[in-house]
């Protein structure tokens, strides 16, 4: 963990709720949907039973059918036309001193809630945080959070380490909502934190993002590769990175336009993004996962890196140029 005293923190900045509330107003007839989680297929699951609605104000490929987080993949994360309709809340994403994933207004109805559950790989050490707005809420509805309830203020800007077990309830007349921004760790966002939480921190166990460094197409061309992929580098947690009972999967690194492409069992998994050195870590994802191609005894081979704050683990795959 990189600050075992923090469940939550309440972050500099506080803003208009008035403006918030009448811009969720102006949204109300727009396209709202039951919640929906990211899993292992890199598709959106199934809609959650609760009485749990969104509005997904960017999302990957700016899709307004995309109400759950996202994750890697082939698209980036883009406004969707909901966002250029709430000129205010762009406002405030856009003041944040990080890059953003997804952004959305998350409404939990009256009687409501959430089970008891963890959000992996999450937090300072997995190199992305959730960060919440309240903007209509009540005494009733609580956020439990490391067995400590809150009741976050309307206008107030805030993160929770969701990677411990938490549960939300909403036992008001009225229903709870929240603007939920998930964004990357960056230095200057950790400023946003206040002093006790930073001075607590284990810093060395806090992943920051690096940013993009595009590459030419010709040191692009160098990196094309089959090898095999460790079964568990997609998915897998840490622990798992080279698990010898986990067979391999057939990867290859092929060249579309400007951009590399991760296909997995010949199937289009991911564009990736290179953050120096060689190094890339999955468009949407995180620098928790990443690989490099790097020369070897006068071959190829790559390298597949896991972090979870300062732990690394390393597994290492021959590789060749593919055929023609």
Same mark, same amino acid.
């Given at each position: 963990?990189?600050?075992?005293?923090? $469940? &939550?923190?309440?972050? %500099?900045?506080?803003?208009?709720?008035?403006? +918030?509330? !009448?811009?969720? /107003?102006? =949204?109300?007839?727009?396209?709202?949907?039951?919640?929906?989680?990211?899993?292992?297929?890199?598709?959106?699951?199934?809609?959650?039973?609760?009485?749990?609605?969104?509005?997904?104000?960017?999302?990957?490929?700016?899709?307004?059918?995309?109400?759950?987080?996202?994750?890697?993949?082939?698209?980036?994360?883009?406004?969707?036309?909901?966002?250029?309709?709430?000129?205010?809340?762009?406002?405030?994403?856009?003041?944040?001193?990080?890059?953003?994933?997804?952004?959305?207004?998350?409404?939990?109805?009256? $009687? &409501?809630?959430?089970? %008891?559950?963890?959000?992996?790989?999450?937090? +300072?050490? !997995?190199?992305? /945080?959730? =960060?919440?707005?309240?903007?209509?809420?009540?005494?009733?509805?609580?956020?439990?959070?490391?067995?400590?309830?809150?009741?976050?203020?309307?206008?107030?800007?805030?993160?929770?380490?969701?990677?411990?077990?938490?549960?939300?309830?909403?036992?008001?007349?009225?229903?709870?909502?929240?603007?939920?921004?998930?964004?990357?760790?960056?230095?200057?966002?950790?400023?946003?934190?206040?002093?006790?939480?930073?001075?607590?921190?284990?810093?060395?166990?806090?992943?920051?993002?690096?940013?993009?460094?595009?590459?030419?197409?010709?040191?692009?061309?160098?990196?094309?590769?089959?090898?095999?992929?460790?079964?568990?580098?997609?998915?897998?947690?840490?622990?798992?990175?080279?698990?010898?009972?986990?067979?391999?999967?057939?990867?290859?690194?092929?060249?579309?336009?400007?951009?590399?492409?991760?296909?997995?069992?010949?199937?289009?998994?991911?564009?990736?993004?290179?953050?120096?050195?060689?190094?890339?870590?999955?468009?949407?994802?995180?620098?928790?996962?990443?690989?490099?191609?790097?020369?070897?005894?006068?071959?190829?081979?790559?390298?597949?890196?896991?972090?979870?704050?300062?732990?690394?683990?390393?597994?290492?795959?021959?590789?060749?140029?593919?055929?023609?």
């Amino acid at each position: 963990m990189s600050n075992a005293m923090f $469940g &939550a923190a309440q972050l %500099e900045g506080e803003f208009d709720v008035d403006r +918030l509330v !009448a811009e969720l /107003v102006h =949204l109300e007839a727009t396209q709202w949907a039951k919640q929906r989680t990211f899993g292992e297929s890199l598709e959106p699951t199934e809609e959650t039973e609760s009485d749990w609605r969104v509005l997904p104000l960017r999302s990957p490929e700016g899709r307004v059918d995309r109400t759950d987080p996202g994750g890697m993949g082939l698209v980036d994360y883009a406004p969707t036309p909901w966002m250029e309709q709430a000129p205010y809340i762009a406002s405030i994403v856009d003041a944040l001193p990080t890059d953003v994933r997804a952004v959305r207004l998350m409404a939990l109805g009256p $009687g &409501a809630e959430v089970s %008891e559950h963890r959000d992996y790989p999450y937090g +300072l050490p !997995a190199g992305w /945080v959730r =960060l919440h707005i309240p903007l209509i809420t009540n005494e009733e509805a609580v956020l439990t959070l490391d067995g400590v309830d809150y009741t976050w203020q309307p206008g107030t800007l805030w993160f929770g380490d969701f990677n411990r077990l938490h549960s939300v309830r909403n036992g008001g007349s009225e229903r709870r909502v929240h603007l939920v921004i998930d964004s990357y760790v960056s230095r200057e966002l950790l400023e946003l934190f206040p002093a006790d939480f930073r001075e607590s921190m284990r810093w060395s166990d806090v992943l920051v993002d690096r940013p993009e460094m595009p590459l030419g197409k010709a040191e692009l061309h160098s990196m094309l590769a089959d090898f095999a992929l460790p079964g568990q580098f997609l998915y897998g947690e840490i622990d798992e990175l080279d698990d010898a009972a986990t067979p391999d999967l057939e990867g290859r690194l092929r060249l579309d336009e400007d951009r590399l492409i991760l296909d997995v069992g010949g199937v289009p998994t991911a564009s990736l993004v290179h953050v120096g050195e060689g190094e890339f870590r999955m468009t949407g994802g995180m620098m928790d996962r990443t690989l490099k191609v790097e020369p070897a005894d006068g071959g190829l081979r790559v390298r597949f890196r896991r972090r979870h704050g300062s732990r690394t683990e390393e597994a290492l795959r021959s590789a060749v140029r593919p055929a023609g």
